[in-house]
């Protein structure tokens, strides 16, 4: 088999999360704007992010089993062409409801993707998952990291936020079409130890500390996202809020990198990211100046790169085979976690202020560490 024929379905799981990080990251980045043109206080705004981070949670409640029943690529096709009409009610949007739809099919329609595509590549490339999981992730980064920068250069054009919305319109379009023509067959034959694994059933205690993990760290991470701009703003006088988001990002890239390089050490690494992690961001509620913070911020998303694909490479470990079914029990919990913390983050900024907020964040992290030390003493 050539190295294209082995790759090439790997390829479009790379970009279809790729497109997952640049949406979330350019969402994030807009939302400001977004406000300001809705006239959205910061608790509307919350509220605002917390529709897409909705849908996100119940579109794998939802749909979750679905994927191993009737086959991923049918899913993955079908909700990659269903974001062609997000974009078209976020484009053609008047008013806030309006768009608040158009951000609801966004959400759903990722969420489904997410879990899909990771699912799709564990089962493709059952001999070097683990591997992958690091790798896969690291795109969700990336794309993350250049959709700040887009919005940006968008801010600068007749259209305003809304090109770039246009510009992932056409993307998907492109994307759907290549889904659809690719075979889903997989491209790695399973070890026996693998087919045996497949045939054990869900570890449902694993697989529930797994979910534990990415409640807290997500809702963590869209916190912290969705508002760095503001914080930035309000704490620094800094109007370059959207660049230290893009270094968070940019951070997650050599970090999941990593963790797929070292993927044999994910059990010491499944609780050191989120340590790092809870302790850069206390840092930044220190801080005043804008370039230390860009260095802390990068730091953080250093740290916080290696929670997702730590947590990913005990997936088929616990899934017995139905990685779909795991995969998006741990969408589930990433889209409540995310949820409850992003519409809770104009309570705490009312009480606390942008860095109390972050320090509760903090807090959250801490929990975190204690169950990802539980993970690896876990045995069937």
């Known amino acids: 088999m050539s190295f294209w024929a082995k790759n090439d379905l790997s390829v479009l799981f ?12 350019g969402y994030q980045a807009s939302l400001l704007y977004i406000g300001q043109e809705y006239d959205l206080s910061i608790g509307q705004q919350g509220l605002l992010a917390a529709v897409q981070l909705f849908a996100t949670m119940i579109a794998p409640l939802l749909l979750g089993p679905l994927a191993d029943k009737i086959g991923k690529k049918i899913m993955l096709v079908v909700f990659t062409a269903s974001r062609l009409l997000s974009a078209a009610f976020i484009l053609l949007a008047t008013n806030s409801m309006i768009f608040a739809v158009g951000i609801f099919v966004l959400g759903f329609a990722c969420s489904i993707v997410q879990y ?28 993350a ?16 936020w809304r090109a770039f919305f246009a510009l992932s319109a056409f993307i998907f379009l492109l994307l759907t079409i290549a889904l659809a023509k690719t075979s889903f067959a997989p491209r790695e034959e399973a070890s026996p130890v693998e087919l045996a694994q497949a045939e054990g059933g869900i570890y449902y205690k694993g697989a529930a500390l797994l979910c534990v993990i990415m409640f807290i760290y997500v809702g963590v991470e869209n916190g912290l996202c969705f508002f760095l701009n503001s914080f930035m703003q309000d ?64 730091a953080c998303g250093f740290f916080c790169g290696g929670v997702y694909p730590n947590v990913l490479t005990y997936v088929a470990d616990f ?43 903090a807090a959250l992290l801490g929990v975190d560490i204690l169950v990802a030390a539980m993970v690896p003493q876990l045995r069937r």
């Open 116 to 143: 899909v595509a990771i699912a799709g590549m564990q089962d493709a490339y059952p001999l070097t998952r683990n591997r992958r999981m690091g790798y896969i992730t690291a795109m969700f980064a990336l794309g």
């Open 14 to 25: 790379l970009l279809s999360i790729f497109m997952n990080g640049f949406e979330t990251g």
């Open 235 to 298: 704490t620094m006088n800094s109007s370059r809020g959207y660049l230290a988001l893009s270094l968070f990002w940019l951070a997650m890239i050599p970090s999941r990198f990593l963790c797929g390089f070292f993927a044999d050490y994910h059990s010491r690494l499944i609780y050191i990211a989120p340590l790092g992690a809870a302790l850069t961001l206390a840092l930044l509620t220190l801080l005043t100046q804008e370039l230390l913070a860009f260095v802390v911020v990068f």
């Open 145 to 160: 990291v250049i959709a700040p920068l887009v919005v940006g250069f968008s801010l600068e054009t007749p259209w305003g």
């Open 319 to 361: 899934a017995g085979g139905r990685t779909a079914t795991v995969t998006a029990a741990i969408t589930v919990a990433t889209g409540v976690g995310a949820t409850v913390i992003s519409a809770s983050f104009g309570f705490l900024h009312e009480h606390f202020g942008f860095s109390g907020a972050f320090l509760v964040l």
